[in-house]
């Protein structure tokens, strides 16, 4: 069978039997090793998306095969009835990398959008007696795609073929004056990103995550700090939170910290971690032995091999690399650490992402005018040449 052939019954598979919530893949992939995967043809790419920020160590490291495959030999799944060695121990190591101190608390589940509808319900736990009725989210968040997360998200293409969403939530924008405006003694919540990825890898302003922890403070307000994009040292600290100097209420975690492994999480700090009482909330597969100790092997080997300050140096190394190519479509870069965002002069993010595939490499389009980019936290000198070499190539390409 020829490689057309092969290329056009997998599409025709995929069309016939998927749902269609999403488009066409861009390639079939087969295997990967470190920052590096090929496709069914045979193809070589550089990943620097690593699965939308979640292969922290790359694809197939020994950590995390050696976790998976020892794990799963012992015992993979016990329910919520029972705990385990890994569940116990990956909840003390993520309260300790959150700094989440003597109080700090863990629950688990499967992914992000699970994570945040956790911490929806424990927003709503902090009612105040029933006076506490409004959760406030920021203008283009994105928090996940169930009813409730979604609620969160303040992104209307989103949420409009889905409403009408839990209710109380307001979206505000990412300014200090609207959340002076906006937190008063009936919310609840704030709920945000310390960098929009979704919405182009956006920073927030300098001081917001300050103000909004004086405000929701002052005002009996949960701060909850969705990391689950910029956690498990991609920005360059264990969660982007810790840039600014502050201690939330609540964090969301999910993607890096499993490497590969689906998982997603709640930590709680201080007062946070007595809201939730015995059978509000639980999962069946959450905290499972299998997914908690790959997490534990993880974040282990992100901290022994010193990856949290690897992706400090080389989320730099790699804004340059971008600024070196002098390309006149790259209108600048935004970001922190191996999260970065290469803002465009032109809406030419769909054409730089086709061209890039066609030279090798895997980035993402965040919006029209912004490519992300996320490789994995392990990326060096070569990985960076190459990207280099790649990118260079698809943005003359795009821009020809």
Known sequence: MTATAVS??????????IMRSIGMPLAKLERGEGAYVWDDEGREYLDFLAGIAVNALGHAHPVFVEAVAQQAARLAHVSNYFTTEPALELAERIVRLAGAGDEGR????????????AAFKLARLNNGGGGRTRVLALVDAFHGRT??????????HMRQAFEPLPGGVEHIPATIEALDA????????????PIQGEAGVVELPAGFLEAARELTRRHGALLIVDEIQTGAGRTGAWFGFQHAGIVPD??????????????????????????????????????????TAVSNAV???????G??????????QLRERVARIGSPLVAGTRGRGLLVGVALADPAAQAVVAESMRHGLIVNAANDHTIRIAPPLTIGDAELDEFEARFGAALAAASA
């Open 106 to 117: 863990a629950w688990f589940g499967n992914s992000g959008a699970e994570a945040n509808e």
């Open 147 to 156: 009813m409730g997360s979604l609620a969160l998200t303040g992104k209307p």
């Open 250 to 291: 609540a964090i969301t975690v999910a993607k890096g910290i499993g490497g590969g492994f689906p998982i997603g999480g709640l930590v709680t700090f201080g007062r946070a971690s007595s809201l939730y009482q015995k059978g509000m909330h639980g999962s069946t597969f959450g905290g499972n032995p299998l997914a």
């Open 307 to 316: 990856l949290v300050e690897n992706a400090a140096v080389r989320g730099a």
């Open 182 to 193: 906006s937190i008063d003694d009936a919310v609840a919540a704030l709920i945000v990103e």
């Open 8 to 17: 056009n019954d997998w599409r025709s598979r995929f069309d016939e039997r």
């Open 299 to 305: 974040l282990g080997e992100i901290e022994r091999a």
